[in-house]
């Protein structure tokens, strides 16, 4: 029995470049020999700058990004989706157990839909639905498990805060009943009062609907919070993997550790200086040799400077992953 | 320490559509010369009309009540009128850095052109002392090559270094006081790293006076010296910021504090305020905070208690109607 809902093995995504249309057609890789292994009913934290590639992930796993090579396995009840390889018609059964929520709820919620049509639009466009009476059974079920009334789904959008909105657009991605859930900063636009409630919604959620989720944010501090299990990010590759706890207890990556430390104190009086990182992420264009972080590592080794180590993770505790770079120069 | 800025009585209302609406009621805040004020409250409650009814850049439909003064070095700017005086206060005394900084860049000149520019209509110097100054700024938040980086567009600068150029920008005519409204939200949390020891740093070195405004009150707890909590266009608590934040006494302040993730403690569950901000123009009578106050009283509940501060201890106010409930 495997208790994993998706492999992600040595995948890596390019995208082309052409600076214009006379010169030479490169290739960026934005995602770099990553492998992820994502349990059945956990919410696994993608964390890491922008440009670091989580995005790009995220969309890899939900078949909308192509995967230039490597492999990523989606594992349901009796079938197994294989994305590298994934025929039209498959897609579309497995965009009924893959679904995405997004970062705005404000631009992801068409103005001129009622919050029901809004809703019900997945189930007509995937054609889960026979008949109308089903369609609002389902909508009507999916709005009350996102503790939004009956009276809302006849208004428009406009007529909602942030925080509601982001309920409709979580409705929305729930209503064909998936398993996997990606949801890409969908607390990153909201106030921390509102952002608190989505987040125990989603908690609450998984709950009720067994769901898997690929929680890919920025904030730590909200990632330390919700997420069971931590990967994160730079430039293309996982630089450290482990149990929440275990993360952010005891990084063992000089990036994680200078994440970490960056993350405002609510205590004036904790004046612990930010282990400040020289500089910003490098260009993916240009990625530096050997281990990437080495051009902003604060104590890289020699070996890891010179650029000859080659990138890769290594078990360090059980189930705590870091690059073999990272642990010696950390 | 000096009085920089001191607000007195403002009330802001916007005339729209569907009647007057209230933004801001009647709230007073002053800044000292080289101390940072944060201002923190959710979206709508009034913190960025505040910042900008110093430079009266607020849109045409604003209006401001008769008795209110903003008084900066001595003047009040709500006064002014004449071309003159109010560029003496936008860009001049005055700057302000936004949250979105390749909105505040024009996207087809470039940066140093920009920068130049500003310099020109608020400085009698020349061009090229201009570049010269503009190229120093550049170099000072910590922008490397900055005489190339004079010459490119804000497209070609990423997310932090834009942020960064759009600092120096509104440093570089030197104000006493600086509006940072939102100024790393959009930010990575290494690159927020910087942007606030920078921020520090100048204050420091130019004895400036600043005016935070933030949703996140961790920020605040690493930049501010005092901090004013508003909700639906008023002050409900305001004082030093270690008071506040170990010692909060009106339950919105708790309610944020509450609902704010801590790193440092990952077993406290998260708690959000319950309801939402109510719509300005459902302006609850009475304490504004009473359609979401956890323990509200008797008398807070049916509306009829003023809002108005009250000294809890040195320095530290409340509205005195929460100062019972919660």
Request: net charge neutral; proline share 5%; with cysteine.
């Amino acid at each position: 029995m495997n208790d994993n809902l998706v492999n992600v093995k040595n995948v890596s995504v390019e995208f082309d470049y052409q600076e214009n249309f006379l010169s030479k057609k490169q290739k960026i890789q934005a995602v770099k020999n990553v492998s992820l292994n994502i349990k059945k009913k956990s919410f696994l934290g993608l964390v890491g700058e922008s440009g670091s590639g989580k995005t790009t992930l995220g969309k890899a796993i939900l078949g909308a990004n192509k995967i230039s090579a490597g492999q990523v396995i989606f594992h349901d009840d009796d079938i197994d989706y294989d994305l590298a390889n994934i025929s039209k018609k498959e897609l579309r059964e497995y965009r009924k157990k893959a679904q995405l929520i997004f970062q705005d709820p404000y631009a992801a919620l068409s103005p001129r839909m009622t919050v029901r049509d809004i809703i019900a639009e997945p189930l007509e466009v995937m054609k889960i639905t026979k008949s109308r009476e089903e369609t609002d059974e389902r909508v009507r079920d999916i709005a009350s498990k996102c503790r939004l009334n009956l009276e809302h789904l006849r208004r428009y959008p406009h007529a909602f805060s942030g925080g509601q909105r982001q309920r409709i657009s979580i409705a929305r991605s729930l209503v064909s009943y998936p398993k996997f859930i990606v949801a890409d900063e969908s607390v990153a636009a909201l106030d921390v009062s509102i952002q608190a409630d989505i987040l125990n919604l989603l908690k609450s959620l998984q709950q009720d609907l067994d769901l898997t989720y690929l929680f890919i944010s920025h904030d730590l501090s909200v990632v330390a919070h919700t997420c069971d299990e931590v990967a994160v990010m730079y430039l293309g590759h996982i630089v450290e993997q482990a149990p929440s706890r275990e993360l952010f207890t005891n990084p063992r990556h000089p990036y994680t550790k200078a994440l970490l430390s960056s993350i405002p104190s609510i205590d004036p009086d904790d004046q612990k200086k930010a282990i400040e990182l020289k500089g910003e992420i490098p260009s993916a264009m240009n990625p530096p040799s050997g281990c990437v972080f080495r051009t902003r590592c604060p104590h890289a080794s020699q070996d890891g400077k010179e650029g000859s180590i080659e990138m890769g993770l290594v078990e360090v505790a059980p189930g705590h992953w870091v690059d073999r770079c990272g642990v010696n120069c950390g | 320490m000096s009085t920089l800025l001191e607000i007195k009585n403002l009330n802001v209302q916007f005339d729209t559509d569907e009647g007057r609406i209230v933004a801001v009621e009647n709230i007073s805040l002053s800044v000292n010369a080289g101390e940072v004020l944060g201002v923190v409250g959710e979206s709508g409650s009034g913190k960025s009309v505040t910042a900008k009814s110093i430079m009266q850049l607020n849109p045409g439909n604003t209006h401001y009540n008769e008795n209110a003064e903003i008084i900066m070095d001595g003047e009040n700017t709500l006064k002014f009128t004449s071309k003159e005086d109010l560029k003496k206060i936008r860009g001049g005394k005055v700057s302000m850095i936004f949250q979105e900084p390749m909105a505040s860049f024009a996207p087809a000149i470039k940066i140093g052109a920009q920068m130049v520019e500003q310099l020109l209509l608020h400085k009698p110097i020349k061009k090229k002392e201009a570049k010269s100054i503009s190229v120093d700024m550049l170099k000072r938040v910590g922008i490397s090559d900055a005489e190339n980086r004079f010459n490119q567009y804000a497209f070609e600068l990423s997310g932090g270094m834009r942020q960064r150029a759009m600092i120096a920008m509104a440093l570089s005519t030197m104000p006493k006081l600086l509006l940072a409204d939102e100024p790393t939200t959009a930010l990575d949390v290494t690159i927020q790293a910087q942007v606030i020891n920078l921020i520090k740093d100048i204050i420091k070195e130019y004895k400036m006076g600043v005016m935070f405004i933030t949703h996140d009150l961790g920020v605040i707890a690493q930049t501010a010296d005092t901090v004013a909590v508003m909700y639906l266009g008023a002050i409900v608590e305001k004082g030093p910021v270690r008071e506040i934040i170990k010692n909060p006494k009106h339950p919105y302040t708790r309610g944020l504090l509450k609902a704010l993730p801590d790193v440092n403690n990952l077993d406290a569950p998260l708690q959000p305020i319950p309801g939402s901000i109510p719509s300005p123009l459902e302006r609850p009578s009475g304490c504004v905070f009473r359609t979401r106050c956890p323990d509200p009283t008797h008398e807070c509940k049916e509306g009829h208690i003023k809002m108005g501060l009250i000294e809890v201890s040195p320095g530290h106010w409340v509205d005195q109607c929460c100062v019972n409930c919660g």
